[in-house]
């Protein structure tokens, strides 16, 4: 009933809602915001740099651009209700050619928002329900590239140089919202999501995306209370749907907080298992103990008939203080689901904080040895959760790990694995990311040999300035 009630309410009076979210927003603080500081702080500007300096060697076959996007407001001071997963998006790209770094650019994404503040003409296209603040994943989708976010707004396409963007939901196919997500299928080509709208709590969809580029299924999910799924997963039975209690939260939306989602213990939590091709009332659904996930390595069918999936998981999520990511992280977790039983069994492979997990994407959906994952600093409540300063190499057949250590004051951010070439075995290639000197306020693109993992970068691109911590990134190869 609850989830009807505030449905009722926000299509009614929604403006004399975000009338008095606005009144309570002007009497939060305006203290200094912890993703507003120290290694948050925004980036004033848009560069454009040539012919970057290169340590070490670039692997001969890294021929293309790694993108990576994070929030960065335009108006870093208005920091009353600002919560991390809602600054204005900023793209940064690094090209790499034979062996040099010919260029490293950022751009804005120019929101309604962002072009008033810049006092520059707003990107082009559709809006989604007014949300146009786009800023947590960079991808590839059929030769194209896209900045994405989840629970409102459109798809963001970009050209090369980042200065030509347009709202674009998939060539008109896309009727919803998106995703930061989507996954990869390699054995058939298509994009897989699961997607959620901010302006309507009872519905979530099951979006694909052909190899075409073109929207092929957009399935409702009837859900209650407006749960948020960052992430999903795929096997090659099933699409999974992560429904865990952090939901809407009209309380913290009249608050004034910009990202009115919390920790809901009255939430049932559940994992979903669609069969691909399936309907809504074809979902098996899994209970599970309550957590939140943002984000799955992978998942596979096992011979038995249940289904494997990684997870990093966290005991709680917004709970408390509004602002950034909160609660303690579990580390690493293997969880089965059985579809019989209709259970969740979750077991710990490795209980430190971490985040970030990524594998061998060319494995997406299959059964997989490897996970590279992003160390956490150890405090449960981390203030501004970026501020370890280690990588972890995860091999879950010997359930050993390998650490990558940066060293003191330099603090990397997810890391993307770049197979060596097409056909190279899993783990044959190269860990790719963005490391911070906070000293030093530099950025290094960072380039590992997966296979030794703990040894130096065999190359780093030094970037002149301070990169704030985003959140996703992926390497585009060259055509
Ligand atoms: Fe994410």
Redesign the pocket.
């Known amino acids: 009933m609850a989830s009807v009630i505030e449905t009722a309410i926000r299509s009614v009076v929604t403006k004399g809602i975000y009338g008095v979210a606005a009144f309570n927003r002007w009497r939060l603080p305006e203290a200094p915001h912890p993703f507003l500081t120290g290694i948050h702080r925004p980036m004033r500007e848009e560069l454009t740099l040539h012919d970057l300096p290169v340590t070490g060697t670039i692997p001969a076959g890294l021929q293309g651009r790694y993108l990576r996007i994070g929030p960065n407001p335009a108006e870093p001071d208005a920091s009353a209700g600002y919560h991390w997963f809602v600054g204005d998006g900023m793209v940064h790209g690094v090209a790499l050619k034979d062996g040099a770094a010919p260029w490293y650019r950022n751009r804005w994404i120019r929101s309604n928002q962002v072009a008033e503040a810049l006092g520059k003409a707003p990107a082009p296209g559709p809006r989604h329900n007014g949300f146009d603040t786009v800023n ?2 960079v991808v590839r989708i059929a030769g194209r590239d896209w900045a994405i976010v989840e629970a409102g707004s459109y798809p963001v396409e970009l050209d090369e140089t980042f200065d030509t963007q347009v709202f674009n939901p998939f060539d008109g196919t896309l009727q919803g919202s998106f995703t ?2 989507p996954h990869l299928d390699p054995l058939t080509g298509e994009h897989h999501a699961v997607t959620y709208e901010g302006a309507d709590p009872n519905v979530v969809r099951h979006v694909v995306i052909g190899p075409d580029g073109r929207v092929t299924r957009e399935l409702p999910i009837p859900v209650q209370h407006g749960p948020s799924i ?2 999903c997963a795929i096997t090659a039975r099933y699409a999974i749907v992560l429904d865990l209690p952090v939901t809407f939260s009209m309380r913290a939306l009249i608050g004034g907080h910009r990202f009115p989602y919390a920790w809901n213990p009255d939430h049932r939590a559940r994992v979903g298992l669609l069969p691909r091709n399936g309907g809504a009332d074809d979902i098996i659904w899994c209970d599970v103990e309550p957590c939140y996930v ?2 799955v390595a992978n998942a596979y069918d096992d011979a038995d008939g249940k289904v494997v999936m990684d997870v990093c998981a966290h005991e709680t999520m917004f709970a408390g203080e509004p602002g950034g990511p909160n609660g303690r992280n579990l580390g690493l977790e293997r969880w089965t689901i059985d579809p019989i039983a209709k259970s969740v069994s979750r077991r710990t492979f490795d209980p430190a904080p971490q985040e970030f997990p990524r594998p061998d994407e060319r494995r997406f959906g299959q059964p997989y040895r490897y996970a590279y994952t992003l160390a956490l600093p150890d405090e449960g409540d981390d203030a501004q959760f970026i501020g370890a300063t280690m990588l972890y190499k995860h091999d879950l057949e010997t359930g050993t790990r390998a650490v990558h250590d940066f060293g003191a004051g330099r603090y990397p951010g997810e890391f993307v694995f770049v197979p060596a070439q097409a056909d190279a075995a899993e783990d044959e290639g190269w860990l790719v990311g963005l490391v911070v000197d906070l000293p030093g306020e530099t950025t290094d693109l960072a380039i590992l040999n997966a296979r030794d993992f703990a040894g130096p970068p065999v190359a780093s691109v030094r970037l002149p300035h301070r990169v704030p911590p985003g ?2 990134g992926n390497w585009i190869a060259d055509l």
Do not use: G, L, Q, S
Request: glycine share 0%.
């Open positions: 947590t994943n930061a997500h960052h992430d943002f984000h959140f996703h």
